[in-house]
């Protein structure tokens, strides 16, 4: 079964996230105590935390934690990702084409948060959109505590609260 967390692990490096799931499930399903199932719960943990889906998430873990008691950092995995316990899983419309206009040597672009439209950063590599709390109070969404913390571009470690929004508009697509 090693061989499938490699192969699970290619194909969610190449975006296959279906065929990743299935195969790192596998490894975890023959051996669930063994340093490859652990392995195999990290992969799922970045498919699941890369496509927004928080309760998947969160299971994984929860399962991940119950196979893993001794492992260190356990505690502090707890506490980091506390945060996005009962969030909802995203959902995004179906795939469509759109033309994002933006000036050269720019990396902002327009989108809308609930019908309000706003320009921000395009980070391509991000798995998390954040925003000042000024601005989720100015889209009226509401904040959540969240006990976690994430770390930054530098290194560092800092806490999050989180805010969901109900529609998430960039051109054509709806998150």
């Known amino acids: 079964m090693p061989f499938n967390r490699v192969r699970g692990v290619v194909a969610s490096v190449f975006g ?7 195969l790192l499930r ?51 995995e707890q506490t980091a990702l506390a945060g996005f316990r009962d969030l909802p899983d995203q959902m995004a419309s179906k795939p469509k084409y759109s033309e994002l206009r933006h000036g050269p040597r720019q990396i902002f672009i327009p989108l809308r948060i609930d019908s309000a439209p706003v320009t921000y950063f395009f980070d391509t590599g991000a798995w998390l959109n954040c925003m000042s709390e000024s601005e989720a109070k100015r889209l009226g969404l509401a904040i959540r505590e969240a006990p976690g913390t994430l770390g930054t571009a530098t290194g560092q470690r800092v806490g999050f609260r989180t805010a969901v929004a ?10």
Request: net charge neutral; charged share 25%; hydrophobic share 40%.
């Open 26 to 76: 596998s490894v975890i399903v023959s051996s669930p105590h063994s340093e490859q199932a652990y392995e195999s719960f990290e992969w799922l943990t970045h498919i699941y935390f890369r496509n927004g889906r928080y309760r998947t998430l969160m299971a994984n873990m929860e399962a991940r934690w119950a196979a893993f008691p001794k492992k260190p950092g356990l505690k502090q």
């Open 16 to 22: 296959d996230d279906l065929t990743a799931e299935g």
């Open 166 to 175: 109900r529609d998430v508009a960039i051109g054509a697509m709806h998150f």
